[in-house]
């Protein structure tokens, strides 16, 4: 399944591949952490370790949260970016 057209993520799917063995990836490949920048990819990659280790339906939610809002700011970054240099061009 590709990440980037899978449905919104819950807390139950969340909860059903923290059991999988390679977890951790599958998981931070559901939360698009590709999209996000450097330094939050690496934070998210940390906070579903930490869930995998010993989170639960709270973490959960939070985990999920985060990282949709990491993703978004990502892409208005990325989006006020391309703004300024299409501008930019044109001048």
Known sequence: MNPEKSP???VQTLLALRKEDDAVRRITERLR?????????????????????????LA????????????LDAQKIVHTHTLGHRQS???
Do not use: Y
Request: aromatic share 2%.
């Open 89 to 91: 061009q044109r001048s």
């Open 60 to 71: 959960a939610e939070a985990l999920v949260e985060r990282a949709s809002e990491r993703v």
């Open 8 to 10: 919104e993520l819950t």
């Open 33 to 57: 952490v590709k999209e996000m920048g450097p330094a939050d990819h690496i934070r998210t990659k940390h906070e579903v370790k930490a869930f995998v280790e010993s989170g639960g339906n």
